[in-house]
């Protein structure tokens, strides 16, 4: 069974631009949650999609926004690139949204430098 | 949310076994406790996780106190491969896909 899938591994930006990145849940996850992590602040939760509807977010400015599709594929983006959005952006899946039955399975992640 | 306390990091010898202590003081009845770890240069893995009683799965044993305060990652037989960022994390039952980790301990195995 294949794992979560991002794409690109790598990414370079100028401050200003925007960037798109993508997520391929596990098949047959209807859950989609977007993870930053960076040095400084670990891991820090971006948003969640449950079947196209996003079902939380986490303390981020409105520059980060995302979408999930109706095959599950999700992606996030970020407008305005600014120097601080150099992370690693992480996509986890899910079958639920339940605490106890649906651990998260995550991707290797996306690399953002913003130069 | 409840938070949880790990140590900074820990050392133990290949093919010894690893216990690696969280606690949470504050839990709740409904909170589950997860345990997720980071291997360098790849996205967090899902370890184990339970609700009052002890678990057993092919990677690893949750110690669960009986106050449910505090909780004991165990792996049996430590590895260089295990040599990674381990998270204690606590979940509501009915909680989105919103995990809030912390600093985690880092677990360095030595041959």
């Known amino acids: 069974k294949a794992g979560v899938t991002q794409t690109p591994r790598y990414l370079i930006k100028t401050r200003g631009q925007q960037v798109t990145l993508s997520c391929s849940p596990i098949?047959?996850?209807?859950?989609v949650s977007w993870y930053q992590q960076t040095p400084g602040q670990g891991l820090q939760f971006l948003f969640e999609?449950?079947?196209?509807?996003q079902r939380n977010k986490g303390n981020f400015p409105g520059r980060f926004s995302g979408r999930q599709f109706s095959n599950s594929r999700s992606e996030m983006n970020v407008s305005t690139l600014e120097l601080g959005d150099s992370a690693l952006y992480l996509c986890?899946?899910?079958w639920g949204t339940g605490g106890a039955y649906s651990p998260l399975h995550f991707g290797n992640g996306t690399r953002l430098t913003v130069t | 949310d409840a938070k949880t306390t790990q140590p900074n990091s820990m050392e133990s010898n290949e093919e010894e076994p690893v216990h690696l202590p969280c606690n949470h003081s504050?839990?709740?009845?409904?909170?589950?406790i997860h345990w997720y770890r980071q291997l360098p240069s790849q996205g967090p893995e899902y370890v184990i996780h339970?609700?009052?009683s002890n678990v057993n799965n092919r990677m690893a044993s949750l110690a669960i106190a009986e106050d449910r305060k505090s909780s004991t990652l165990i792996l049996h037989r430590a590895t260089l491969r295990d040599a990674a960022v381990y998270y204690c994390?606590?979940?509501?039952?009915?909680?989105?896909?919103?995990?809030?980790f912390g600093k985690g301990t880092k677990l360095s195995v030595k041959p």
């Open positions: 986890a899946s899910s």
């Open positions: 098949s047959g996850h209807r859950s």
């Open positions: 994390i606590l979940r509501d039952e009915g909680s989105q896909g919103n995990l809030i």
């Open positions: 339970g609700l009052t």
């Open positions: 999609y449950f079947s196209e509807t």
């Open positions: 504050t839990i709740s009845g409904t909170d589950y």
